[in-house]
T-cell receptor
């Protein structure tokens, strides 16, 4: 167990809807990174939050947004859902924003967009 | 060209076999290298970090060749429980952004 928890575990939405995914980081970790994993692919970096500020972003459109709270838990919001947004969404926590720190993954939220 | 490239396999091997996976990366400024293991429909878990000097953890040996931008993973005496997808991962830049390969699927058969 990594101590990183994500909710919900599964979600079904329809095109055009909005979704919020949640992540609680491991105790003592102040950095959360979010990844999207499509079927048969490796995870792709969406963005990272360090001490409540965005600290790097991957090649995802602005309808993917995030938030980190003072307790370092985090949310990923996706607006105007598209069919291609169907994927496993993973969050990973690490000790701080330093690139040397190992990232520990939660079990993920499986999103299906119909 | 993908930033991290792996042969997706699948690799089907008998128990006890030795199997090797390779991976190449495109950014010469990459700083850290890892192998993660992912079981079906589960999250990736860190298997081992990879160092230029090579490192070993039991039946697993990882190697990094910075000049060729090439990473390898060797699994000796394969067990049924080694069946999984192995993800080659590179970390570049100050944010700790992880760049994953597509993953290589290993199936160990009795």
């Amino acid at each position: 167990e990594t101590g990183v928890t994500q909710s919900p575990t599964h979600l079904i939405k329809t095109r055009g809807q909005q979704v919020t995914l949640r992540c609680s980081s491991q105790s003592g970790h102040n950095t959360v990174s979010w990844y999207q994993q499509a079927l048969g692919q490796g995870p792709q970096f969406i963005f990272q939050y360090y001490r409540e500020e965005e600290n790097g972003r991957g090649n995802f459109p602005p309808r993917f947004s995030g938030l980190q709270f003072p307790n370092y838990s985090s949310e990923l919001n996706v607006n105007a859902l598209e069919l291609d947004d169907s994927a496993l969404y993973l969050c990973a926590s690490s000790l701080d924003g330093n690139s040397k720190n190992i990232q520990y993954f939660g079990a993920g939220t499986r999103l299906s967009v119909l | 060209r993908k930033e991290v490239e792996q042969d997706p396999g699948p690799f089907n091997v008998p128990e006890g076999a030795t199997v090797a996976f390779n991976c190449t990366y495109s950014n010469s400024a990459s700083q850290s290298f890892f192998w993660y293991r992912q079981d079906c429909r589960k999250e990736p878990k860190l298997l081992m970090s990879v160092y230029s000097s090579g490192n070993e953890d039991g039946r697993f040996t990882a190697q990094l060749n910075r000049a060729s931008q090439y990473i390898s993973l060797l699994i000796r005496d394969s067990k049924l429980s080694d069946s999984a997808t192995y993800l080659c991962v590179v970390k570049t830049g100050n944010t700790g952004k992880l760049i994953f390969g597509q993953g290589t699927t290993l199936q160990v058969k009795p």
